[in-house]
């Protein structure tokens, strides 16, 4: 048996896998091309790069993709979120996906452009106005995830409430790192998995080497929730610097860059992914998802893709047998 392929809007990639975006700086070119040639959709994260940094990852990644699909990430939270929205549209990209807010206009710049508009959702109520916009899929992320949250439940428990709210492709995003997983999501109604942190340790992933070996080592109770200043919480590895921010001891922002439309300024939260993905573990927060305690390699995409269809395989005809 083949794994499903996934369609959103005018594309369709092989295989029902999309790499989550990840910023900052840790989903660029390399690992989005890599995934793209291997039958997923890769995805930029745009957040936190210059718009001529944006469109040379993107540019790249295409000749590594040979046709793959190509997609951006891009914050709703972002002040130049518009800018980078229209420099991945004028490249082409092949889709675009917001997450951390809802923008209205985003559904327009895309629909002028031709291109599919994906949101993130972690409610029924935002998945049905993501679909009166236009929306051509809607990625549903639980609590589980790394990075940003917008809700507090579980994806598998959220996700046939929207399966069942929306008349759109549902992808589950949130706790995957097997194929055994991914037949879980695609058996809850999903049209399609997105993963994170199985993709951040990868050799293709930008992330510094000691923030890879990090994620290998973790244990469960190392994965905890901070409060970001884009408002939202966030989920990490535990580090001095997640504890120091438990313990209100970290530093107002001396120099703001002014990079969030509305911040809370508690810390800088770019500053923060920046040092994490150049490899400052002391100073830098390391967004991982829970499930990032279950990973203990570093492959690279194309051994990870091969595993994952093969281990949904093995659950797959295992279950009909
Ligand atoms: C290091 C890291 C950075 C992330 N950055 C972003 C981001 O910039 N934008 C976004 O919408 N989601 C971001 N996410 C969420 C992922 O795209 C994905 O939805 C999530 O990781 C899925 O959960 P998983 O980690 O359990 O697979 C990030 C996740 C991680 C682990």
């Known amino acids: 048996m083949e794994m499903p392929k996934l369609t959103i809007g005018n594309v369709t990639a092989r295989l029902p896998i999309i790499q989550g975006g990840m910023a900052v700086r840790i989903s660029l070119s390399s690992l989005a091309g890599s995934v793209a040639k291997a039958g997923g959709i890769g995805v930029i994260a745009g957040s936190g790069l210059e718009p001529e940094e944006l469109a040379a990852e993107i540019r790249r990644a295409r000749e590594i993709a040979e046709g793959g699909v190509v997609g951006v990430n891009i914050m709703v939270a972002v002040k130049r ?4 929205v229209h420099v991945a549209l004028e490249e082409g990209i092949d ?3 917001a997450g951390a807010g809802f923008s209205r206009d985003v559904f327009q710049w895309c629909k002028d452009a031709g291109t599919p508009m994906v949101p993130i959702v972690g409610s029924e109520r935002v998945a049905q106005l993501s679909q009166r916009f236009g929306a051509s899929a809607v990625i549903v992320e639980g609590v589980e995830a790394g990075g940003h949250l917008g809700t507090d439940e579980l994806m598998l428990d959220l996700l046939p409430r929207i399966v069942d709210a929306v008349d759109l492709p549902v992808i589950g995003a949130g706790g995957i790192v097997t194929g055994a997983d991914i037949k879980t999501a695609l058996d809850a109604g999903a049209a399609g998995v997105q993963m994170g942190s199985r993709f951040a340790a990868t050799v293709e992933s930008s992330a510094a080497q000691n923030f890879k070996d990090l994620y290998v080592g973790c244990a469960p109770e190392d994965i905890v929730l901070i409060k970001s200043p884009v408002g939202l919480p966030g989920r990490a590895i535990r ?9 209100g001891d970290v530093p107002r922002i001396e120099r703001c860059i ?10 800088c939260i770019m500053d923060k992914l920046v040092k994490a993905q150049a490899g400052d573990l002391e100073q830098g927060l390391i967004f991982a998802g829970s499930a990032a305690a279950r990973i203990r390699d ?3 995409v194309a ?9 949904w395989t093995v659950a797959t005809e295992g279950g009909a047998a």
Do not use: Q, Y
């Open 81 to 84: 979120f518009a800018e980078l």
């Open 95 to 97: 889709l675009v996906i």
């Open 239 to 247: 580090s001095s610097l997640t504890e120091r921010l438990a313990a």
């Open 258 to 267: 002014v990079c969030l439309k509305k911040c809370g300024k508690d810390f």
């Open 298 to 300: 570093i492959p690279t």
């Open 303 to 311: 051994e990870l893709m091969d595993r994952l269809v093969s281990e």
